[in-house]
């Protein structure tokens, strides 16, 4: 089953359990305007509500660009003065945060360019799939701006707080080799196998119990708040899961040695 809703600057599609959102700006290097952020949140709001969808990968249209960054036209209109960057930083914040709150796995499938406010919406994904061509960069010391605390924290979150400012007060672009070894991305790929290496490996997920996904990715989130030890809410997301039919099923399909049938609970 496909479903497909196409806007001029977002395209979202979803083939059988796997949901792709495609950046579609390929003319400015999938720019991300005010209007995308704002919209962004709508449409993962559907993603989530949507059962079928088990996995999302965020990508950009064309050859050169996952994101050159947010569409710099707009600082001299929406983001000309401090009442209208307030306006314009609150969408990014809720874009962002859209995507690190989904409570399914998400993937961004990243060729050339990830700059700006492009590699802000992949730090948000859960992992970077990125090809050998690659260039991941974060700018606000460019442009005289003060990156957000929770995006500055993901940057943290994922290479450490050095390298997050060594990216950050330098303002240069990392390649892909160090963007690999740093850990902005979990795998490198020549760029004619990036797609076929990302599809495969949310095909491999989407197969996935959907509860341990969901509540996994729960605590994971929990960690990352700065929480260290089991309270009672994450004791409880363990043991329950024994009692679900996830775990049912996963235990029987292992000794029975057939693919799982997941149902999400």
Do not use: W
């Not at 079928?52 to 050169?64: D, H, I, M, P, S």
């Not at 957000?148 to 007060?169: C, H, Q, W, Y």
């Amino acid at each position: 089953m496909t479903a497909k809703n196409t806007e001029s600057d977002l395209f979202f599609d979803r083939s059988g359990s796997i949901a792709t959102l495609t950046l579609n700006r390929p003319h400015v290097r999938n720019a991300i305007s005010y209007g995308m952020y704002e919209r962004l949140p709508h449409i993962l709001s559907r993603v989530e509500a949507d059962d079928e969808v088990k996995v999302l990968v965020l990508r950009g249209a064309g050859n050169e660009a996952f994101a050159a960054g947010a569409d710099i036209k707009e600082f001299r209109t929406l983001r000309a003065d401090g009442a209208g960057a307030r306006i314009y930083n609150a969408a990014v914040a809720s874009a962002e945060h859209a995507i690190s709150r989904l409570s399914k796995p998400t993937i961004a499938m990243v060729h050339g360019f990830c700059i700006g406010g492009g590699c802000g919406l992949a730090l948000a994904c859960d992992f970077r799939i990125a090809d050998t061509k690659s260039a991941f960069g974060i700018t606000p010391a460019r442009l005289g701006l003060v990156y957000s605390l929770e995006s500055t924290k993901r940057l943290i979150d994922v290479v450490g707080p050095a390298e997050a400012s060594f990216i950050l007060f330098s303002g240069r672009h990392v390649d892909a080799d160090r963007a690999l070894r740093t850990g902005l991305a979990n795998e490198l790929h020549e760029p004619e196998d990036l797609a076929a290496a990302t599809y495969t490996l949310a095909s491999e997920i989407s197969q996935r119990a959907p509860m341990s996904l969901r509540r996994t990715k729960e605590i994971i989130h929990l960690i990352e708040m700065g929480q260290a030890s089991d309270d009672a809410h994450t004791i409880e997301l363990r043991d329950s899961s024994f009692d679900s039919l996830d775990y049912s099923e996963g235990v029987a399909a292992f000794l029975e040695k057939r693919p799982a049938k997941f149902v999400g609970s």
